[in-house]
């Protein structure tokens, strides 16, 4: 899955985008409608919670960090003549223990700030604009890109990132 950024002027106009969206069968959860703080989505999909933070990303860098700083513990404590035995199950054990706590850690910061992806937007937001977000198989970029343009040359494409969690 990609997820593409749109920046829709209007109400009315996301409203037309994520109608022409359900058409083309992007499903409802994908769609993601974000504006500023305060302004009433009535029935357009409102981004959530993974969309608003860094939770995701937080606990990817979370999991790899701890995991290589636990592999790196297990082995020191291997190695240093400290009178324990320590095996290979034993570092495996201490590497998934320090994935397990990095992640955690890691992704409560994450949750409590918002994505860094959606702060280059924020200036856009903040006049009035809504950011639109559409996640979508990667054969499908181009085709949803094409169907927004096509009908809404005032939508501004603003890309797309390389890969989405479901």
């Known amino acids: 899955m990609r997820r593409i950024y749109f920046l ?4 009315e106009t ?11 069968k992007v499903e409802e959860r994908h769609i993601h409608v974000l504006g500023k703080r305060g302004t009433p989505l009535y029935d357009l999909p409102e ?6 933070t860094d939770f995701l990303p937080a606990l990817e860098q979370g999991i790899a960090l701890g995991a290589v700083t636990g592999l790196i513990g ?15 199950g034993a570092v495996l054990a201490i590497s998934l223990a320090g ?4 992640g955690l850690m890691s992704s409560m ?4 700030i918002g994505s860094r992806r959606i702060e280059q937007f924020q200036q856009a937001m903040d006049r009035g604009e809504l950011l639109v ?3 979508v198989d990667r054969d499908r970029v181009e085709d949803v890109e094409a169907i927004i343009k096509t009908h809404h040359p005032d939508a501004e ?3 797309a990132d390389p890969h989405t969690f479901p």
Request: glycine share 18%.
């Open 133 to 135: 977000m559409i996640d």
């Open 99 to 102: 994935a397990g706590v990095g």
């Open 74 to 88: 297990g082995l020191i404590a291997l190695v240093l003549p400290t009178g324990l035995i320590l095996g290979g």
């Open 8 to 11: 829709v002027p209007t109400i």
């Open 47 to 52: 981004a959530g919670f993974l969309q608003k």
């Open 157 to 159: 494409c603003e890309g």
């Open 14 to 24: 996301t409203r037309k985008i994520v109608e022409e969206l359900l058409l083309a």
């Open 109 to 112: 910061v994450g949750s409590s």
